[in-house]
């Protein structure tokens, strides 16, 4: 049974920079693409970044620039750094994780960012 757990979300002043961690267990985590999601009462849930297998990036535009995913496979970790944030990024962030093998699709169980002064 796969597991993903969530740490570091919090509260951040505007401008302010947060590190989301992600522990994966139960999965081929080297095999996993990873992501991180986020989602604000009333949305739909947004894809934030996503790191690949292989260790291709992507990001949503709202976040390029300002934003880092990154994995450690030694510690079955993927992170997300997150600089000059803003109000607008205040949402409970999810990470993800797809097995590329079977496309098996799993979901942690978010941690809460709030950007506030």
Same mark, same amino acid.
């Given at each position: #049974?796969? #597991?993903?757990?969530?740490?570091?979300?919090?509260?951040? #002043?505007?401008?302010?920079?947060?590190?989301?961690?992600? !522990?994966?267990?139960?999965?081929? =985590?080297?095999?996993? &693409?990873?992501?991180?999601?986020?989602?604000?009462?009333?949305?739909?849930?947004?894809?934030?970044?996503?790191?690949?297998?292989?260790? $291709? $990036?992507?990001?949503?535009? %709202?976040?390029?620039?300002? =934003? $880092?995913?990154?994995? &450690?496979?030694?510690?079955?970790?993927? =992170?997300?750094?997150?600089? %000059?944030?803003?109000?607008?990024?205040?949402?409970?962030? @999810?990470?993800?994780?797809? @097995? !590329?093998? $079977?496309?098996?699709?799993?979901?942690?169980?978010?941690? #809460?960012?709030? !950007?506030?002064?």
């Amino acid at each position: #049974q796969v #597991q993903l757990v969530e740490s570091g979300g919090g509260l951040v #002043q505007p401008g302010g920079s947060l590190r989301l961690s992600c !522990v994966a267990s139960g999965t081929i =985590f080297s095999i996993n &693409d990873m992501s991180w999601y986020r989602q604000v009462p009333g949305k739909e849930r947004e894809l934030v970044a996503t790191i690949t297998y292989t260790g $291709t $990036t992507n990001y949503a535009a %709202s976040v390029k620039g300002r =934003f $880092t995913i990154s994995r &450690d496979n030694a510690k079955n970790t993927v =992170f997300l750094q997150m600089h %000059s944030l803003k109000p607008e990024d205040t949402a409970v962030y @999810y990470c993800n994780s797809l @097995y !590329v093998l $079977t496309k098996q699709n799993d979901w942690g169980q978010g941690t #809460q960012v709030t !950007v506030s002064s």
